[in-house]
């Protein structure tokens, strides 16, 4: 079962037609001009009962984008780099925790050693 964030929708809200060039820009994070003008070039270039027929399947096949689908920006540009790069990701998720964890051990040394100063700042609170 995938996660709904790392699937394909119509995204219909920016889209022009039927949302399939908006859907693939927010899928991969490319901004939706860029995807349409290479749609149209495709189609110009050799492409033209294929691209069209991909574009109806597409349409036909995909589903909509829910309306709750990313909470904000920050949300939204984190799904499309899973989406390009899982393993990128995973890596960097990771190095976060890592370092949460090196600094929640720095900040547990701290607190667990004898420390007089703070011993006595702790007992002066009682």
């Given at each position: 079962?995938?996660?709904?964030?790392?699937?394909?929708?119509l995204?219909?809200?920016?889209?022009k037609?039927k949302?399939?060039?908006?859907?693939?820009?927010?899928?991969?994070?490319?901004?939706?001009?860029?995807?349409?003008?290479?749609?149209?070039?495709?189609?110009?270039?050799?492409?033209?009962?294929?691209?069209?027929?991909?574009?109806?399947?597409?349409?036909?096949?995909?589903?909509?984008?829910?309306?709750d689908?990313?909470s904000?920006?920050?949300?939204?540009?984190?799904?499309?780099?899973?989406?390009?790069?899982?393993?990128?990701?995973?890596?960097?998720?990771?190095?976060?925790?890592?370092?949460?964890?090196?600094r929640?051990?720095?900040?547990?040394?701290?607190?667990v050693?004898?420390?007089?100063?703070?011993?006595?700042?702790?007992?002066?609170?009682?």
């Amino acid at each position: 079962m995938s996660s709904k964030h790392t699937k394909f929708y119509l995204d219909r809200m920016n889209g022009k037609i039927k949302g399939v060039c908006a859907g693939i820009a927010d899928y991969t994070g490319v901004d939706v001009l860029w995807v349409r003008l290479g749609a149209i070039m495709l189609t110009l270039m050799g492409g033209f009962p294929w691209t069209i027929i991909a574009y109806i399947v597409a349409a036909m096949t995909a589903e909509k984008k829910p309306l709750d689908m990313y909470s904000d920006e920050q949300d939204q540009k984190f799904w499309q780099g899973v989406r390009q790069s899982p393993a990128r990701t995973t890596r960097g998720i990771k190095s976060r925790f890592r370092a949460i964890d090196r600094r929640l051990a720095d900040l547990e040394t701290y607190y667990v050693s004898s420390n007089k100063q703070l011993s006595d700042e702790i007992d002066s609170l009682r």
